[in-house]
């Protein structure tokens, strides 16, 4: 057997929360090191992934199987395939940089580290795992140290309510997942949980199918999350630290359009075909709604939040459509919202540090204080609201044809967000960094050449992908294309 | 012969030492140390006769795999409850910690011959005693009117529990004219369906609700829980709930046929029962009721194992109890040791409980987790398989509503662990800790994640255990 | 890859690679980033010179592709499109830019983001070189959106002004409404068509089968993008208010380059647009009334460059009005010529501020020296005879091929409009002129004596006015490339048409007759006196006040912003926290906790009760037993 490289990549974050965990609560320092050097070592096997992949065969890759309980069809199986390995990689350069980001954490540092790079295995686990017992076991793995990260290291009078209200949001979707996930399991009749075994043999009868999407499509999409289930997004957002915001939009959210992509549609494509309908009309109301509500937010992270669930619309609208291009777009805006709101927190992040509030109406002229932190916030809007050049265009320019083509009118509707994006984006950016300076913010020390680091692994990521998108888009395709051929036998 | 009974013979003789020595002046510690070391004999005893088979006092008394197994385990509650009691126990147990032993063995004694009877007079006989010593241990605090009022109501709601089950038995009897399970067993295969006789039934497992806390008899637990010593609760919801699960499965399995038929009402209980226990658990701010209410649903989620009448429903629910002990007996150990330090069991004494005591705080947080059904941990696997059980009958409503439970579940779990880690301490020390608590804590951590990822060892366990029981 | 695909792929990698390295490496130091980018653009502008040299009778269209994005379902390309109209464009774009550069050496001297503005000239120049070269709509979108984008950094450059930084916010939202339209049309036309290169598209009417519904629906939507960008009236408010930026910004990109992108998409894609007779109707329509709108608006300006972004908009309207009427060539025309004499306009207007520190031409007037400043004010009458419309200069030529384009296309009304306008618009340039020379006060030399330099004479330095002389002399010279005087080569070059096209003598003689008209009305009403005078347009009451308020367009969108679409977030935002978070997510929450509660409180420890509830419930079971 090879090296083991994916199993590697969920151990060696774990051996680093191990290590952290025997540290004193003092060692900050080392504390520190250890992470970044546990989530650096991921970091570069999840690019050694991307390169090592055998873009030629395609397919699942890097297997390792390991009979775990096979009375009841349990499998330890690791494998990506061209859907996941971008969404590793994102998870790498979220984690990665999300604990550049935390740096400034002095309040519980062990803790605080432990529980965060804990949530990344979790999120690695769930991208790569081809069993479905363990992908529920990750996919919970990864919501749950959400609770505590918000609650104890947040901001903000609410920060309790938002934790409570994401953790018990998400595990209410989860609970639909799991019993989807049993359900697959029975109704195959095959006795295993093995993903690809399912794919190959398992028929679900029209009924089936029809009742599970809804299941599959409540507990996905509340993670998305979709309306109306979205509202522990922007809050949670909100209230969270930097580095939690950051893996949190970046990464958490896209777990469920990755199992919409990796479990839903390709054992139930009828049931797609059922509820295409209503995903999209949902969608539309994240994508309209979702832009236009982030106008009248005043928090920066509130507005950001909103734009996330804007923007999430299109991964559902884009699935909706049943199209390559449109799943394709999909699977593409995954990858490119992760990055940008990555960015995004945190470069908020690096504000919020030194001023104590994301208020609009308080902020102003910050670019005058903090020309770099402002520098970053305007890339990443700009980015955010679909500048060419950066990866968000390619995702939604694919969206939207797929999009057009399939539901002309809806379509047309849904581009008007990038309108309202622009609006509230340059709004915020003129009220926030340009103008004259609140004598309040006069002193603050802009961002220091080490904070920036993470924001410009992230830049260069927008900037690489959205130049080039064929880098990841060609892997979505070999798995997206098998998606597509599944939609078509009904 | 006597081999086979050894474990039996031996806890009896323990009880009676520990009776005897009430008559002496003999210290609570020594006292405390001859019973860790009697329950480890006696775990090492059972581990010694795990793999006997025989049939006994012609018929009546069953020795299996799965009998030993149930008794080891119940050995294991034992040696844990022990183990948790020390020197700054309440001052009425300690001053007669060898009555307290004595009670605790023979309700021990009682349970492990629950977990061999085969006939009815002795399985009813080793509940009454399991039962009644559960009744005095409870009311125990007898200087505190809490515990003597919790005494009481658990012995009425217990005496009009064995009396329904009196009942429905006797009803039975009638039909079968024999108090041989196995007996009964034939019999039922081609029994006429007769309303009577299902009333019967359902009288006749009244007393064992009663036992794991199911919903026409549960109302006693948040009292009891809150009223008797912690050390009595905690056996309460971890070891009598294993002998619980225990005699159920060896009812459903006698009882097959009939209860299949009524599958559908016990499952209409296990939702109301683990409805009931979350919706009300979500109002509590006392650690103890709480953990009643929660102890409640757990119940309800066994039941729907128990329930499903085949081998995978009853082998998941084995490993769900198992687990179960060790999950809720660290919850009340953390309970146990803050009590001790703060005289209080509210929700808030467990305030900053992880600046001062990590090691503790973790194992806590991550058994209440477990309990919510949030993986990694033990408590979801558990749960997984139950469900996985109940969706391979087609219950999917059944298993959406329990995973709906288990997110309010959450939510109150998560309102414990929220005073441990949100807040700071009022006080500045840490928290004493002995060894052995660290070391048990060490093994609770380690047991809840590694079964939890890799249950295929206890799994085993439980699936041979339901092996030999269905025989 | 043939040696032109070569060339043009520098000429727009260059400045990318400046953008590049000032941001990696030289932004801490100012006048490196600076010299780095004037380098770069000197770079492009040498290869464009030799590309442009190569070529000098035009060639047939020649394109590289580079693949971008590949789907089963469709591919999208990159690529380069070297052509007479790109090939004129690159120049254009590389000329100005270069001046431009080199001018804001002196103007922006001293300013502390030097390497910052610079950053943004070159990504800009990058930005607008994609667009130009562009084969596929979708990458003249890339590179649109892109422009738009630096245009809105550099309009925003002085961050710290709120006017400027309410300028930019304004520019780049308006554009981007427009944008909202372009990119619909581009969604359509890929969905339809699957292609969207621009030989294609230009074919579409012709033999692609697409129903001409479909082509006039994109060509409107694509035209929406255009209005935002080219500033067409209503979109046109966000130009006047993008002049808060600094002056040779203005001059780049609102006035020569940027702002040209939509009559040159148009002309680029005339071949589609022609295809729908109603879309080319709209558009000579909403040109004509963008440049009539925009000419009065700019007769009771005060402020130079305002009146320049008036005339810019005005003369945009023109071009967008003669493509519309089909004149292909006057369009392309005019747009190069009013790049040259616009951008001049401009600079000269950036002299003067940076002369004079305020933008408004009475004060200019009032502290006096502008006669000093000979060489700007010079180059300022030689474009502003240009835009008037003087022979022999360079806007007389190209006018006159719009006025001969609406004549033989037979839009009389358009021609006369046009005249009207050229008339407005020569008197307002020469409003400004005549202001601008007033004679000077006894006492404003004693001022300039007193401590304030600027009252000097002295011109800018040779930094800023090398750029005004080579614009100058290309504002005077650049008419007769279309003139039998070069053999009409323009059209040999844009149109590879051989044969000479005569001079239409009653089209000059109407526009030199309105120039004359225009310039002498200016001259009584303004020339030779000092203070403040008023113009023929501000002494009627009510015109005054509706070109003072610029039709109320900005009032408009107040409301419309204001009014209505703050309201709307504001109502969603509270459906999302009271409706939804509060009622749904909160809502079934509580229900969980009341429900406890109730439960709970049914449970009050009474023994009777317990054992009562127990009993009941037994029974109701049992009953149960019966009934499932």
Redesign the interface.
Known sequence: MNFPILSSILIVPTLGVLLILFCKPEQKTAIRVISVISTGITLLLAIFLMIAYDRQAGGYQFMEFIPWIPQWGINYILAVDGLSIPLVFLNAIAIFTGVLASWYIEDRTKEFYALLIFLATGVFGVFMTQDLFFFAIFYEVAVLPMYLLIAIWGSGKNREYAAFKLTLMLFFGSAFVMGGILYLYKAAGLNTFNLMELKRLAQYPKEVQKILFLLFFIGFGSIVPSFPMHTWSPEGHACAPTAVSMLHAGVLMKLGGYGLLRIAIPLLPSGLHDWALLMMALSMCNIVYGAFTAIAQDDMKFMVGFSSVSHMGMVLFGISTMTLTGINGAAFQMFAHGLVTALYFSSIGVMYNKTHTRMISELGGIANVMPRAAFFFAIAGMAGLGLPGFAPFVAELMVFIAGVSKYPIYGIIAVISVVVTAFYIIRCIQRTYFGETNPRWKDMKDATNFEVVPLIILVIALFVFGMYPRLVLDLMQMETKNIIAKLALM | MIIYILPEILTFLMAVFFLLSAFKKISMETLHKTGMFFSIINILIILFTINLNGLFFYGTYKIDFFSQSIKFILAVGLFFIIFMADKRIENTIKKNYGEFLFFLFSSNLGMMMLSSALEFITLFLSLELSSYTMFVLVGFLKNKKISAEAG??YL??GA?ASA?TLYGYSIIFSYFGDTSLQAMRIGSMFMMKD?IL??GF??FL?AFFFKLAI???S??A??VYQGASTNVTAYIATVSKVAGVAVLLRIFVYFFPIFAD?E??LI??SILTMT?G???????KELKRLLAYSSIAQAGYMLVGLVMFNK?GMSSTLFYVTAYLVMNFTVFLVIDQVEKEKGSTELTALKGL?QRAPLLSLSLLLAL?SLGG???FVG?TGK??I??SA??K?Y?TL??IA??N???S??YY?LV??QA??FMPDEKEKMKVTVPVRVYSYFSIVFIIVM?????PL?NWA?KAIRYLVG | MSENIKLATWIVLCPFISLLLIGAITRSYKKLSALVAILAISISTILATILYFKNLYGLTPQVHYFEWLITDYFSLKFGILVDSLSIGMIMVVCIVSLLVHIYSWGYMEGEAGLSRYYAWLSLFSWAMLVFVVSPTLLQAFFGWELVGAASFLLIGFWYYKPEAAQAARKAFVMTRFGDFGFFVGLLILLVVVGNVDFHVLNKLGTNMGVSPKLITMTALFIFMGIMGKSAQFPLHAWLPDAMEGPTPVSALIHAATMVAAGIYLIARAFGFFSASPFAMEFIAAVGILTSFVAATIALVQNDVKKIMAYSTISQLGLMVAALGAGGYKAGVFHLFSHAFFKALLFLCAGSLIHHFHTNDMWEMAEKGGVRKMKITITTLIIGSLALAGCPPFAGFFSKDAILVAFEMNGKHTFMYITLLISFLTTYYSFRMIFVLLSPEKEHSHSHGHEGDHHGHGHDSPANMTIPLIILAVFSVLFGFVDTPLMNGYFDKFLLNKHEVEHLHWSVMIKSFVVFLAGISFAYVQFAGKTGYREGFAEKIGWLKALLVNKYYVDDFYFILVRGLVYPFASILNWIDRKVINDTGVNGSGNIVIFSGRFISSLMNGLLQRYLGTSLVILFILVFLWQLI
């Open positions: 009481i109501k009425f709601i009009v329904l309303v299902y009333i359902i009288f009244t919903l026409p008899f109302f006693w948040p009292d009524q559908k009402i209409l209980i009931f979350n919706l009300v658990a979500v109002q509590q995978s992880s987790l949030v993986p990694p979801f997984w398989f469900f996985s969706i391979n087609g999917l298993v959406l995973f709906l288990s997110v309010i959450v939510y998560l662990a929220r880690y949100l939890g990822f890799y249950p295929a799994l699936e």
